[in-house]
């Protein structure tokens, strides 16, 4: 007994260390982030991708090289770049050994990729921005090298149809250990991440277990309900319809609803020079400008016209006004998983009511999201009162979760053959705005997340061919230039893709994942012999 009671201490010591050190890390990289080193640094493009210089790590306090820096920026022969080279070390970008052999089938390629893109479980760096996982991951690949949320579940699509359940095991329970230490989720593990999640994957990853375990709703029962308390904090703060805290909106009809909200209010660490620029032109409304460029990011849309007031131009974007149709169905999913959990423990009357929030949710974006003149479902405008009318593939996703009628699907599966459907594959919006979010680029979890959806109302014709026409566009850029890459052009199937903040990545954990996920599919879609 004494033993035991000695172990529970040492580990609740060892967890309130853990907090405190992450919350003495958070505390030091604000001061950081908002220091003039940072913004001279970022400002004068010293690295020309703004992630590099938050992913340096300093060589000593970092408070002892803002005071240094105060003292000594303003002497003549002052010269910043060699203050940041002596006083910083460059993150370890991973210099892989790995050459791509074309003569191996795409297949072939990924699997042999794998362990390049895998990290083994971190050595806690007090300095880093990088926050210590206790276990290994996958990281999506090129300036990505950290993990990603609503990524992994992707990429673990692809990693179940090559039953790497070892390694989805470590993603899941990395992803607890986050929820348990940190609260939530964040967008991904650095410490400038901390303000935001990412959309709300888990429960789907939870569900992708449960092939391997089949009790992972309960195993991971309490996870799920203190993620659905980050996604929920302010619920008791929302009085009136067309209010909104936090994440958390009121209908106009009382129904609960969440949005995208980062609780920051300057320019993202990892995009400095590029939200502060377009602050620069907005200076009356700044902050809510800076607000919701970071709650875009939270969507993992950054950037989209589904965003912008004008469908046009980045300077309109209005994240926070928006309850997203995408969101809104993982957080019903989340709430039906929490009840299958509760179910599992005999806690019949909690599953009752996470059912209910789940059923509710439901109707709600039936009617708030649903068009019944256009056809499709599209985000919410909650202080216009309106439907935004973007078309984008968020609109598929009540069809991945088996949400409207038989009649509904069908009606929206026609818009997405008609407009959405091209020779690559299915595209994000169909407006060209040089977001990256926006035609003519695809993106690999949507065109699953289409894919899924049709499938669920044997819509099977179109599913197969957004599948098969976007896997030839995988193979035909991999036999090009040996890689996979983050996004596709997916309307001129001569180019690659382009638009957004960097240059298109390669790597790529969910293209990895997805492409792996459509063969087993097309596999089993083939006649027998």
Known sequence: MYQTNRMKLLCMLGMAMFLIGCATRERRSINFYTSSLF?????????????TFVDCTPKRDIEEILEEYESVKSKPDFDLVEFVNRN???PVRPKSTFTTDTTLAMEEHITKLWPTLTRKADDAEPRSSLIALPNDYVVPGGRFSEVYYWDSYFTILGLKAQ???DLIQSMVKNFAHLINTVGFIPNGNRNYYLTRSQPPFFSLIVKE?????SLAADHYLDAMVK??????????????????????VMLSDGTIMNRYYDKGDS????????DYALGQQNKANEKKLYKDLRSAAESGWDFSSRWFADGKSLATIHTTDIVPVDLNCLMAHLERMIAKGY??????????????????????LL????????????????VKGERTGVKSLAGIFPLFFEMPSKDLAQKAATVIENEFLKPGGVVTTLTDTDQQWDAPNGWAPLQWMTYKGLKNYQIDNLADKIRDRWLRQNERVYEATGKMMEKYNVMDTTLIAGGGEYPNQDGFGWSNGVALAFRKEKSYSLPSR
Do not use: C
Not at 39 to 51: E, G, W
Not at 209 to 213: A, G, H, Q, S, T
Not at 267 to 274: Q, T
Not at 343 to 357: H, N
């Open 39 to 51: 913004h001279d640094v970022q400002l004068k493009a010293i690295f020309p991708d703004s992630k």
């Open 88 to 90: 910083f070390d460059l």
């Open 163 to 165: 039953k790497r359940y």
């Open 209 to 213: 277990l449960e092939e391997y375990d």
């Open 227 to 248: 993620e659905y308390s980050f996604w929920m904090n302010g619920l008791d703060s929302v009085k009136n319809p067309g209010t909104a805290v936090q994440h958390v």
């Open 267 to 274: 320019p993202r660490p990892e995009a400095y020079k590029e």
């Open 343 to 364: 179910e599992l423990r005999g806690q019949t009357e909690l599953a009752r009511k996470y059912t209910r929030s789940a059923d509710q949710r439901r109707r709600a």
């Open 367 to 382: 009617t708030f999201s649903w068009d019944p003149e256009k056809n499709y479902f599209f985000d919410y405008d909650f």
